[in-house]
């Protein structure tokens, strides 16, 4: 085997959640599939609906291998002070490659 065509088939195994070598490199402790995600997000969301207003106190289902975090929504990133019209000028720029 060409060490080209190692290079490629592992570039591939690192872009596929369901390989142990992409759960090696994120840290996780086993991969996972995405039919697993899939049906993990299926149970939360019966859960959810199911449960009423006991809804906020659920937790994720645990066989995600990263870490769960309960909370509905988190926040992503700050803005720093930015206006609006900063901060779409800087989302464009992130889209122009700039």
Known sequence: MAWGEVRDLVSVLLRDPASW?????????YPISAE???VADVFDRLGQVHAGKRAKRLKPHPIRPW???SRV???????????????????AAMRRGA
Do not use: H
């Open 67 to 69: 870490p769960q975090d």
């Open 36 to 38: 697993t995600r899939v």
């Open 73 to 91: 929504s988190k926040k992503v990133s700050n803005a720093k002070g930015y206006t609006r019209e900063q901060s779409i000028g800087i989302l």
């Open 21 to 29: 070598l992409f759960a090696d490199a994120q840290g996780w402790p």
